[in-house]
């Protein structure tokens, strides 16, 4: 469904652009060590850690702190160099609980209903049994992400509507959200992005999160310069609101 090579455009984009990522990637870094250090917690998970690049791994380390990585699929490059770390776990899962899988029975025809409510239930379920054994999760910029590759995909076999797009974003970061544990977890993600032109002039606005976040605990706010050489979108320069909630 395309994740690997979604990770490899990542990892392109920073190298393009690592100085423009680099004051979000580093308010990153700064707010999950503070965290850190109020909460002292001895177990991490990092829902959706990638390529690490917003994770401060090595301050972590240092403080002989447990640190379990999830994804759907980690970069070879990741495993190769964290899979023997004593104090590092790395686990395969699909976040939503079965969405991809049920993305590919439904192009197939094995499902002729979008089941929405089942979709919540499997993404809650996923998200509250992967992180029940740690002292801290830290769902670190993937909320906006959870349906994107799942949404083309469908929308490519011709099986959703604008209609089910829409239901399925919600769905998705809904299930992600209440399954993170109360009072122990943190939220980093982009909430809308902002277009502008070449002459700098702000063209439109979409947003990136599509479900009720007035439950969270609003930490922060900042701005991600997150393509400024129109390779995400040919005719606009983009950037990213991003924000921290408490759970």
Not at 120 to 140: P, R, T
Not at 145 to 163: A, P, T, V, Y
């Amino acid at each position: 469904m395309g994740y690997l090579s979604n990770q490899m455009g990542i990892m392109r984009r920073y190298l393009d652009r690592s100085n423009d990522w680099q004051k979000h990637l580093l308010h990153s870094h700064k707010l999950i060590l503070s965290e850190v250090k109020r909460r002292k917690p001895k177990s991490i998970a990092f829902l959706g850690s990638g390529w690490l690049l917003d994770i401060p791994l090595n301050e972590l380390l240092e403080s002989s702190t447990e640190v379990c990585l999830i994804d759907i699929a980690h970069p070879k490059r990741i495993l190769h160099k964290y899979s023997k770390h004593p104090n590092i776990k790395l686990v395969d899962i699909d976040i939503t609980g079965g969405a991809v899988k049920w993305a590919w029975d439904s192009a197939k025809g094995k499902r002729k209903l979008l089941d929405f409510n089942r979709l919540l239930q499997m993404g809650e379920e996923a998200v509250s049994i992967i992180s029940k054994d740690y002292q801290f999760v830290v769902s670190i910029n993937m909320l906006s992400q959870l349906h994107l590759l799942i949404e083309d995909f469908l929308i490519c076999k011709n099986h959703m509507s604008d209609i089910e797009r829409l239901q399925l974003a919600q769905t998705l970061q809904q299930a992600h959200i209440n399954g993170l544990p109360k009072d122990r977890s943190l939220i980093i993600s982009d909430t809308e992005a902002e277009f502008y032109n070449e002459d700098g002039f702000l063209s439109h606005t979409t947003p990136r999160i599509y479900t009720d976040l007035s439950e969270l605990t609003l930490l922060e706010k900042w701005q991600w310069d997150f393509d400024s050489n129109f390779t995400f979108s040919p005719d606009y320069k983009v950037l990213h609101n991003v924000s921290a909630y408490l759970k």
